[in-house]
């Protein structure tokens, strides 16, 4: 029985392009290099092979395997036998871009994925792959290369190590990590024809409006309409947002972000939605946002809402998420005809808002001078 077992997808499920699978105990990880990944929209060329055990006698699928669980298989086994680990490539302040770019041909041909950031000064490059000692040790030989660091923390791209400077995010939706807080409100009992839709279309007090569902939907008058879904649908903007689970510290939810980071596909920034007590309250987690601003270089915004939970409470909690160090807050804000009640908690009227807005910004101004 031969120690190497091919079997290929057939070309009409689509899967992975149609990509080999292919298992040698012996030969170990191929030649080509290791699985990075992705296919158009998953990050692994289809030429990448993937390792799987034998298949017993007439063990055959009548269906493929759903694309998202074989590529979450091909994630999971490329971690187990090729040990992927990270790497810092800092290039010199001076290094030209002939030397940056001969280092990515160098180590994309090893096998590696490489992430590149440049920042004002210099070029940091985030190696992911198999990292060996000699790799590391020729690294350091080749032209622009100032210093290579093997990194262990359980994330990698969100890391301070990886990118010293904070993550600015700047579109149609504004600035977030900025020296200016982001401030987006969530529009409730918005109605075509009202006045407040005409304020919305006239003013900007606010940078942006969001939605909890999956689809963002159109702009909300002149304000980008962005969806804080984990799992958004047909979104028009690069941006996805994790929001940390309310048991979930600090660690994993740079964990969850990094995941996204690592699909490359969107730019990311956290939430912070407050922890939860059993009886349903919530509090919002100073120290978490501490331990983050800390720990990784992403923005973080607040769901002032969900944490308040009450009216009166929005002002203090939004203050507090300011004074702790978050990059912006979410609003969530009455845009329905004047006199109307809201029928959801936690939801400000306008003038409030945009009154809070205005302190929020004065005190952003005032703690980070």
């Known amino acids: ?16 392009n149609a990509a080999s699978l292919e298992f040698s105990p012996k030969l170990g990880p191929p030649a080509e290099g290791i699985l990075g990944a992705a ?19 007439g063990d055959l699928y009548k269906r493929a395997p759903p694309r998202d669980l074989l590529l979450r298989a091909v994630a999971e086994m490329r971690c187990l036998f090729y040990s ?4 810092i490539v800092v290039m010199h302040q001076e290094a030209p871009e002939e030397a940056i770019e001969s280092t990515i041909s160098w180590l994309v041909a090893a096998g590696y994925r490489v992430h590149r950031s440049s920042g004002e000064s210099r070029t940091t490059l985030g190696v992911v792959g198999p990292v060996t000692s000699d790799d590391m040790n020729v690294l350091r030989e080749l032209d622009g290369v100032s210093k290579v660091v093997r990194v262990s923390e359980p994330f990698r791209l969100a890391s301070r190590h990886f990118r010293q400077a904070p993550t600015v995010i700047s579109g149609e939706w504004g600035t977030i990590g900025g020296a200016r807080p982001w401030i987006a409100i969530e529009p409730v ?3 075509p024809g009202v006045n407040s839709a005409q304020r919305l279309a006239s003013g900007r007090p606010f940078d942006a409006a969001v939605t909890r569902d999956r689809d963002a939907g159109g702009n909300v ?6 969806s804080i879904h984990h799992s958004p649908q047909g979104a028009r903007y690069p941006l996805i947002f994790v929001t940390r689970l309310a048991s979930g510290g600090a660690d994993s939810w740079i964990a969850q972000a990094e995941r996204e980071l690592q699909r490359g596909e969107n730019e990311v920034a956290l939430i912070e939605a407050g922890g939860e007590y059993p009886s349903g309250a919530r509090t919002l987690e100073v120290a978490a946002i501490a331990r983050a601003k ?10 002032v809402s969900t944490v308040a939970q009450q009216t009166r409470y929005c002002a203090p909690v939004a203050s507090a998420a300011i004074g702790a160090g978050a990059d912006g807050v979410i609003l969530r804000v009455w845009v329905g005809p004047e006199g109307e009640n809201p029928r959801v908690p936690a939801t400000l009227s306008w003038e409030a808002a945009k009154d809070l807005a205005e302190r929020l910004r004065g005190m952003a101004e005032a703690l980070r001078k």
């Open 84 to 87: 992927e680990r990270l790497m």
């Open 189 to 191: 009992g918005l109605q």
């Open 39 to 57: 296919s158009a929209g998953h990050g692994v060329p289809a030429r990448e092979r993937v390792t799987l055990p034998r298949a017993k006698e």
């Open 221 to 226: 008058g002149a304000l980008a309409s962005l």
């Open 1 to 16: 029985m031969n120690d190497t077992v091919a079997r290929r997808i057939p070309p009409e499920s689509g899967l992975l």
């Open 294 to 303: 800390l720990r990784t270089h992403l923005p973080i915004v607040v769901d």
